[in-house]
């Protein structure tokens, strides 16, 4: 049985041989595996939406445990708590322990994104930007997992009077 990575999303450090153009070093990559327990593949990111990738075709098998071993394993895309207050040139800070959105570049650089509560919104929800701030791998190491509990559209929502 090959030595393979587990799913999830990583940074390529090299190509892959035989795919140097679809997997040169120094991009997001998504590691997955076929529902059935069958083979592992790789993928580059799709589509971007709410700073979330999206994944999709044409995936790649994956059966180089040597390049598998390249890859550079990055936390998942989610929501966590900043570990240290992050201050700005020009002034403005986000502050520890704020809620950010870690998403990521097709480099595979992480990106975080601030919430926001809007005071004239009647919502009572926190809103992120479509612009966020690159932060270095130690960084990106020291970031602490926000649980956000995810809710279905209303439509899929179960109905609390039935």
């Known amino acids: 049985m090959l030595d393979l990575p587990d799913a999830g999303l990583y940074r390529t450090t090299q190509a ?31 589509q971007n939406r709410n700073n979330r990738w999206y994944w999709g075709e044409p995936t790649t098998p994956l059966r180089s445990p040597s390049w598998g071993k390249t890859l550079k394993q990055l936390p998942s895309e989610g929501f966590y708590s900043l570990p240290e207050t992050l201050e700005f040139e020009g002034g403005g800070k986000w502050l520890k322990n704020a809620i950010v959105q870690l998403g990521y570049n097709e480099e595979g650089q992480g990106i975080i ?38 809710v279905r559209t209303e439509s899929s929502a179960p109905r609390l009077d039935a």
């Open 16 to 46: 892959f041989p035989g795919h140097e153009s679809e997997f040169p070093a120094g991009i997001l990559v998504y590691v997955g595996e076929r529902n059935n327990g069958g083979q592992k593949f790789v993928v580059r990111p799709g």
């Open 113 to 150: 994104f601030v919430a926001e509560q809007r005071e004239a919104s009647s919502e009572n929800a926190l809103f992120f930007s479509d612009r966020g701030m690159i932060v270095n791998d130690e960084l990106l190491a020291r970031l602490t997992w926000a649980p956000i509990l995810p």
